[in-house]
């Protein structure tokens, strides 16, 4: 298997279990909705750019969790 295909389900697989996670879903703010989901975005994006490295998976999930933690303000 290539290695972007490995990237492409591993992050699918990172924001399955983030959101599959949330099971108070419905009982959460906009904000935290926010979070979760840029966190779950910014895992993909960090595995995709960093060539699947638990450095940039885990850096970009931070990365993505404090934005949308800022977008979900508004």
Not at 5 to 24: E, F
Not at 40 to 50: E, K, R
């Amino acid at each position: 298997m290539k290695i972007q295909s490995w990237v492409r389900l591993s992050g699918i697989a990172v924001l399955t279990v983030a959101l599959a996670g949330c099971s108070s879903w419905d009982n959460m703010s906009r904000r935290q909705k926010a979070t979760v989901t840029g966190a779950g975005l910014g895992g993909v994006a960090g595995a995709a750019i960093s060539g699947g490295s638990v450095l940039g998976t885990v850096g970009g999930a931070a990365i993505g969790g404090v934005i949308g933690d800022q977008v979900g303000k508004r």
